[in-house]
C-alpha cells in the first residue's frame, strides 16, 4: 500500500460523525463557518506563505511580519471583517507581530483602566490603527514582582504633567513586544509619586515615536532586546527596551479609572478594587488558555497523522509493517494529548464566559467574583500552558526522526510556544496566586461564608476528607461521579493539609515560603478538578452528531483516567483511591486507548486545519509523508549547489593533506 493510502483508510474507520464533530470543536456553527472560510482565504494569498520562515534572516523575518501585519490590515478593511474573523485571520496567519499587543494588551488596557473620557479620545485613533500601542509593564530588573518596578512618574503641580523617568539601569523597560521597532505609544507602567509621597505603580499613557518620521521622541531610548529561542518563531516579534530622561506627559494620560490626581495633585482612590490595574492580564490569561488548546490540537493533529503512516517493525509473510500508531506505548503518549486538546477547548469556552461574566458584574461595580476570576485565569493559563508546551516535545518524539526536521513543523511550534510558560506570569508564581486563594477559603470554612463556584466543593470538605472512593471494577471508572469525587478529594486534601502544615508556623508568610512547593501542587490539583469537571458539563449539553457524544464521553474520560494514572501518588497518599483502584483505573484507560483507536485520525481532522496552517510535512491531510520530504530537502539552500561554498577553502585541504605528508 502507498503511504498516500494510510489515511483514506483510518478515515474509513470513524465511529462518528466528522462534520458535526468540527462544530463542536468549532464552538458553534456560526464559528465553524467563520473559521474554514478564513482559514481557506489565508492559505491561497501568497502575502502570507511561511513555508521559508525558518531561513530568513532576522531582518528578513521582521520585514515579512511587517509585510504581513500591513496585508491582513488591508484584507480586514477590504472585506470588511467583524472583530471575531479578524481574530480568526490573525490565528491562521500563524505568525506573532506587533498587532497581537496593539488589539491584544494597549487597547484593552485603555478600555479597562482608562475612564469614559479617556477611552473616548484614544480608543477611535487606536481603532483605526492611526497610533499603534504596546504594553510596557516589565523591566529589566523586575516582572513577576509588579510592585518592584521602579520607573517613576512625578507629578509637576507647575506645569499639570507627569515626569516619566528610568532612574536606573534595572528600570529599563525589557521585552514589551512590539515596542522594539513599531510602537508610536505604550501603556507604561510606572511609580506615581506626588510630593515625595510613593503611591504605588499606575499605568500610563505614552507616546514613543514621532507620528511623522517614527524616530523617537525627545528623552526617548527605545530598541529590540536581540535574539529570541529558535528560528522562525518568536522572532518575528520586536520584544523592546526603553528608558525614559524626564519625558514629561499631561496629566489626564494617567489611566484613571482606578485612581486619579486632580489639578492641586491630590490623590484619590475610586470604589474600584486597586488590583483592576491588574486587569489586562486577567483578560489576556483568559485568551492564553484558548490558544492553548489550539497549540496542542495542531502538534497533536501532526503527531497523530504521522504515526498512522509511519510503519516499523512486525511485517508477517512480506505484508505490511505495524503502524507505529498501533503500538500501546505510542498511544498511552499520544491519545491522553488529544484528549487534553479537546478538555483545554471545553475550560477554554467557559473560561471565557467567566470572564465576560465578571466584567459585566464590574461594569455593574459588583466585584464579589473578581478573587475567583483572577484564580482561575491566572491558574488555568499556568497548567494548560505548561502542559502544552511539554505535549508539544512529546508529539516531536513521538514523530521519531523525522520529527526533528523543521519540516516537521513541530520544532518552530515549541519554539513559538513555550514562553507562554513564562509571559502573562510565570508559570510557578501564578500557582501561588492560585494557592493564596485556595489557603484563604479554606480558612474561611466554617465561618458562614460558603464557597462558591470553582471551589464549591470544599464546602463538602468534611465529606471529601473522610469519603471512600467506590470502585470496584475497571469500568466502575466510567462514572463521571466517581471521577469527580476522586478529584475533588484529592484537591480537598491537599488544600486541607497544606492549610493544617501552615497553621503550624508562627508567621504565615514564612510558613507559606517553606512550604511553597506543596502548595503549588494542591493548586495544581484544583486547576485539574476544573478541567475535569468542566469537560464533564460540556457533556451534559445536547450533542448533536452520530457518536460525536461518545467520542467525547471517551476523550473526557481518558483526560481524567490519565491525570489520575499521572498524579497516582497524590490520589494514594492523601487516601481518596486505594492502590487496586489506581491500578484498575490504568486497566480502564487501556481499554479506553482501543475504543478511540479507530476515531483518532477523524478527531484531529475535526480540527479542520489547512495544511497551510499545520505547516507540517508529517502532518499533510492525504498523508504522502515521504514524497513530501524527499522533495523538500532539496529546496534547502545547502543543496542550491552539488559541491558547498568553502569545498576550496576547508575540505579540499584536508583531503588533499596525505599527498603533502607523502611528499615529506
Ligand atoms: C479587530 C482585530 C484585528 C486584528 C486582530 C489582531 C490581533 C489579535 C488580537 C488579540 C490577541 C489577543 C491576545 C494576545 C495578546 C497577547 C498575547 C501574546 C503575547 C503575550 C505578551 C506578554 C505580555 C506580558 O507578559 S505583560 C506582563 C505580564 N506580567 C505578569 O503577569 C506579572 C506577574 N505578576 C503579577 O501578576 C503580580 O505581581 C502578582 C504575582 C499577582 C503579585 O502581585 P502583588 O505583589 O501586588 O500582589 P499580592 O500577591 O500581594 O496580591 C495582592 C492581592 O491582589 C490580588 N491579585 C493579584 N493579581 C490580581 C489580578 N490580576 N486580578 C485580581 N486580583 C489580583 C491577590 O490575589 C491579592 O488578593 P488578596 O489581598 O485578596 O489576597
Ligand atoms: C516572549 C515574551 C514576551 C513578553 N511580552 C511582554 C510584554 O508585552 N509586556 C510586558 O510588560 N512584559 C512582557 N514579557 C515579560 C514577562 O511578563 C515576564 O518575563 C514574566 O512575567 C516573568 O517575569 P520575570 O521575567 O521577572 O521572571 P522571574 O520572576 O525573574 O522568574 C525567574 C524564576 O524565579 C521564580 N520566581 C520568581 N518569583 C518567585 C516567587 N515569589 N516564588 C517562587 N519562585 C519565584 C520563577 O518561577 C522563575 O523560575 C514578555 C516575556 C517574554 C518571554
Known amino acids: 500500500m502507498e503511504a498516500v493510502d494510510y489515511l483514506a483508510e483510518e478515515r474509513r474507520k470513524a465511529e462518528f460523525d466528522v462534520e458535526e464533530m468540527k462544530i463542536v470543536w468549532a464552538g458553534s456553527r456560526h464559528a465553524y463557518e467563520i473559521s474554514d472560510r478564513v482559514s481557506r482565504l489565508v492559505a491561497s494569498d501568497p502575502v502570507f506563505r511561511k513555508d521559508n520562515r525558518t531561513m530568513l534572516s532576522r531582518k528578513d523575518l521582521f520585514k515579512d511580519t511587517l509585510r504581513k501585519a500591513a496585508h491582513a490590515w488591508k484584507r480586514i478593511i477590504e472585506l470588511r471583517l467583524s472583530e471575531e474573523e479578524a481574530k480568526t485571520l490573525r490565528f491562521y496567519v500563524d505568525q506573532p507581530a506587533y498587532t497581537d499587543l496593539h488589539w491584544g494588551m494597549f487597547i484593552p488596557a485603555i478600555k479597562g483602566q482608562g475612564t469614559e473620557e479617556q477611552q473616548q479620545k484614544w480608543l477611535p485613533m487606536a481603532y483605526k490603527m492611526q497610533i499603534i500601542g504596546c504594553y510596557a509593564q516589565t523591566e529589566l530588573g523586575h516582572g513577576s514582582n509588579v510592585q518592584g518596578l521602579e520607573t517613576t512618574a512625578k507629578f509637576d503641580p507647575q506645569t499639570d504633567e507627569f515626569v516619566i523617568h528610568s532612574p536606573t539601569l534595572t528600570s529599563s523597560k525589557w521585552w514589551p513586544g512590539g515596542l522594539g521597532k513599531v510602537s508610536t505609544h505604550a501603556v507604561v507602567y510606572a511609580r506615581l509619586i506626588i510630593d515625595g509621597q510613593d503611591h504605588g505603580v499606575h499605568g500610563f499613557i505614552v507616546q514613543l515615536r514621532s507620528l511623522d518620521d517614527h524616530s523617537p521622541l525627545p528623552g526617548i531610548t527605545v530598541g529590540d532586546v536581540g535574539m529570541k529561542f529558535g528560528s522562525g518563531a518568536y522572532n518575528s516579534m520586536d520584544n523592546g527596551v526603553l528608558r525614559f530622561d524626564h519625558v514629561r506627559i499631561p496629566r489626564n494620560q494617567m489611566l484613571m479609572r482606578v485612581s486619579q490626581v486632580t489639578r492641586e495633585g491630590k490623590y484619590m482612590q475610586s470604589d474600584v478594587p486597586r488590583q483592576l490595574v491588574y486587569g489586562t492580564m486577567v483578560y489576556v490569561r483568559q485568551t492564553i488558555v484558548s490558544d492553548a488548546s489550539r497549540a496542542l490540537s495542531r502538534a497533536v493533529c501532526i503527531a497523530t497523522r504521522y504515526s498512522a503512516v509511519r510503519r516499523q517493525f512486525g511485517s508477517q509473510n512480506g505484508g505490511p509493517e505495524t503502524q507505529v500508531i498501533n503500538y500501546k506505548t505510542q498511544q498511552s503518549r499520544l491519545f491522553p494529548l488529544l484528549a487534553s486538546a479537546y478538555a483545554f477547548k471545553f475550560v477554554g469556552e467557559w473560561l471565557k464566559w467567566l470572564y465576560a461574566d465578571v466584567t459585566q458584574r464590574l461594569e455593574a461595580n459588583d466585584f464579589s467574583t473578581l478573587p475567583e476570576a483572577h484564580a482561575c485565569t491566572a491558574g488555568l493559563k499556568s497548567v494548560t500552558t505548561s502542559a502544552t508546551a511539554d505535549a508539544i516535545e512529546e508529539c516531536r518524539k513521538l514523530c521519531g526522526g523525522h520529527g526533528y526536521l523543521s519540516s516537521s513543523g513541530l520544532p518552530e511550534l515549541f519554539a513559538v510556544y513555550i514562553p507562554a510558560c513564562t509571559y502573562e506570569g510565570d508559570n510557578i508564581v501564578l500557582l501561588l496566586q492560585v494557592a493564596r486563594f485556595l489557603m484563604k477559603t479554606v480558612s474561611q470554612l466554617g465561618s458562614g461564608k460558603n464557597p462558591v463556584g470553582t471551589t464549591a466543593y470544599m464546602g463538602r470538605v468534611e465529606h ?73 458539563e460540556k457533556l451534559q449539553q445536547d450533542i448533536p452528531g452520530k457518536g460525536v457524544k461518545r467520542q467525547l464521553e471517551t476523550l473526557c474520560n481518558i483526560y481524567a483516567l490519565y491525570l489520575l494514572h499521572k498524579h497516582l501518588g497524590d490520589f494514594i497518599s492523601t487516601g481518596s483511591i486505594s492502590p487496586k483502584q489506581g491500578a484498575l483505573a490504568n486497566e480502564q484507560l487501556r481499554l479506553l486507548y482501543s475504543q478511540v483507536r479507530p476515531s483518532v485520525i477523524a478527531l484531529v481532522d475535526a480540527f479542520n486545519y489547512t495544511d497551510h496552517y499545520l505547516g507540517s510535512i508529517l502532518g499533510c491531510y492525504d498523508g504522502n509523508v515521504y514524497q513530501k520530504l524527499y522533495d523538500e530537502a532539496w529546496k534547502d539552500p545547502l543543496n542550491e549547489t552539488v559541491v558547498p561554498d568553502g569545498y576550496h577553502e576547508y575540505i579540499r585541504p584536508i583531503l588533499k593533506q596525505h599527498i603533502r605528508n607523502a611528499r615529506l
Open 464 to 536: 471529601l476528607t473522610q469519603c471512600n472512593c467506590e470502585v470496584q471494577r475497571a469500568e466502575d471508572w466510567l462514572k463521571p461521579s466517581v471521577i469527580l469525587e476522586a478529584f475533588e478529594a484529592r484537591a480537598a486534601r491537599m488544600s486541607v493539609a497544606c492549610a493544617k502544615s501552615l497553621s503550624k508556623f508562627s508567621n504565615p508568610e514564612e510558613g507559606f515560603a517553606e512550604l511553597s512547593a506543596d502548595l503549588v501542587e494542591a493548586a495544581v490539583a484544583h486547576c485539574q478538578l476544573i478541567i475535569v469537571s468542566k469537560f464533564i
